[in-house]
């Protein structure tokens, strides 16, 4: 089946340094990604959703300058997160649906960052 | 996107049938509806979909009424492993409105 890989699994990094996770599809082309994040017990919240070529397109109250998305290829989409704050620290999650159409979208297995 | 509204958890013995509710009143009639699960600390995994009928795989079978307002996943046999949060989600079927908006999801427990 669809394979979304997700890099890294986790990170800490200091407050006020940039962190890059990516997320590959492996056996297929996505011309779409999602991006999201999610707090302790609580739910998925979309954050952007990343079109390859393009910019992406960001949910109401997410900073674009802060979380800067970019969809270089059918395959790669990356999520920095710039001048993190111990706020951002949460889960990130990426996903991708086949470009050649098909219901199921497929979830990356997620990025724990912390930042200190 | 429709809005859906789950129980916020369920109990299930192990090997019975786990039966979880979604309402989903204000679907309109290209909207899909579909079902994940997350299991702690992973991604959420795909479970099933459906637009009109009702739909089975080797996972689960999914049921959805005719007004198309309310749908039951039946995970038949439930394991211990299927404890994990489980989220409907209604998509929309248009050119960009494809992305997946989650709700807060029933968090179901397989009793031993």
């Known amino acids: 089946g669809a394979v979304v890989s997700q890099h890294p699994s986790w990170v800490i990094c200091k407050s006020g340094t940039s962190v890059k996770i990516e997320c590959r599809s492996l056996d297929f082309q996505a011309t779409t990604m999602f991006w999201y994040r999610q707090f302790p017990k609580q739910s998925l919240m979309l954050m952007a959703t990343s079109n390859e070529g393009s910019k992406a397109t960001y949910e109401q109250g997410v900073e674009k300058d802060k979380f800067l998305i970019n969809h270089a290829s059918l395959t790669l989409s990356t999520l920095t997160v710039t001048s993190a704050h111990p706020e951002d620290s949460s889960f990130y999650i990426c996903?991708?649906?086949?470009?050649?159409?098909?219901?199921?979208?497929?979830f990356g297995s997620g990025t724990r960052l912390t930042v200190v | 996107d429709a809005k859906t509204t789950q129980p916020p958890s369920m109990d299930c013995a192990e090997g019975r049938a786990a039966n979880l509710p979604c309402n989903h009143s204000t679907i309109s009639g290209n909207e899909y509806v579909y079902w994940y699960r997350q299991i702690h600390s992973q991604g959420p995994q795909y479970i099933i979909h459906?637009?009109?009928n009702n739909e089975t795989n080797e996972m689960a079978s999914l049921i959805i009424t005719e007004d198309r307002k309310s749908s039951t996943l039946i995970l038949p046999h439930a394991t211990l492993r299927d404890t994990a949060v489980y989220y409907c989600i209604v998509r929309g079927a248009n050119f960009g409105n494809e992305k997946l908006t989650f709700g807060t999801g029933t968090r179901l427990t397989i009793i031993p």
């Open positions: 459906g637009l009109k």
């Open positions: 996903s991708a649906r086949d470009s050649r159409g098909g219901g199921s979208y497929t």
